[in-house]
């Protein structure tokens, strides 16, 4: 590893990997590689210390026990995350990840509400129902355009009213729902896929943060993967 090499975390894969989330972080370590920036993809395991020095902090999602499993874990290591966005560090978190970065969390069939981390302001709650399947949304960030992935969970998160949500739900058709956060370079989202392997302009937009521009790459199959599956939505 050279000083330069970029360093992008993944945090709690045994706890937050639903879904295949980790392959969020091979695609930011992949698409730095493919152009000529050395990157390494860090694994941090539950039980070892969050480095306070990653690049980028990668988190997904889980299942409500894992989830607040993961959430005793971090909670007494949050001022890192908190310091890592205070230098626009990007977090990237899915689902499960999302919802314990918010401000309270509860689960069905549990009574009382948790405290997440303080990261943004917003608050999980069970729906009643499962929302289940495909979704697209329209993201309103330079670069990124419409977003599709796939949504499994049985809470959703109401932000605070000083908060952006991460895009505005397309398809299913007739919801008026918003779906995650961005706030400065933390950004939040209910969709699995791995949403960065099916939106490859999401990916370059979490990296620019960390490396400034980007040049070009062949990801023709990437590209195409992101075009057929909104084709099928839309
Ligand atoms: N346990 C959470 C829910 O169902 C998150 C699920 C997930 O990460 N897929 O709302």
């Known amino acids: 590893m050279s000083a330069s090499t970029v360093r992008i975390g993944l945090v709690y894969p045994e706890l937050l990997g639903t879904y295949g989330d980790r392959g969020n972080a091979v695609v930011l370590v992949d698409r730095l590689r493919w152009r000529g920036i050395d990157a390494e993809l860090v694994e941090v395991a539950v039980r070892t210390p969050l480095p306070g020095d990653l690049d980028v902090y990668v988190i997904g999602g889980g299942e409500d026990a894992a989830q607040l499993a993961a959430l005793d874990e971090l909670r007494p ?4 995350l908190q310091a890592a966005l205070e230098r626009d560090v ?3 978190a899915v689902c499960a990840g999302f919802q314990l970065l918010g401000s309270t969390i509860s689960l069905a069939g549990r009574r009382d509400p948790v405290d997440g981390l303080g990261l943004y302001h917003g608050h999980t709650a069970p729906t009643g129902s499962r929302w289940v399947g495909e979704a697209l949304l329209e993201v309103d960030l330079e670069g990124v355009g419409p977003v599709g992935g796939f949504e499994n969970h049985g809470a959703s998160t109401t932000l605070g009213p000083d908060e952006r949500p991460f895009g505005r739900i397309r398809h299913p058709v007739g919801d008026d729902r918003t779906d995650g956060v961005v706030r400065g370079s933390l950004v939040g989202t ?31 199959l990437a590209a195409e993967l992101h075009r057929v599956r909104l084709d099928a939505l839309r």
């Open 77 to 80: 290591q949050v001022d890192r």
């Open 90 to 92: 990007p977090v990237f």
């Open 190 to 220: 209910y969709l699995h896929g791995p949403v960065l392997a099916r939106n490859p302009g999401l990916a370059d937009h979490v990296l620019r943060r960390v490396v400034g521009d980007l040049g070009p790459i062949d990801d023709d």
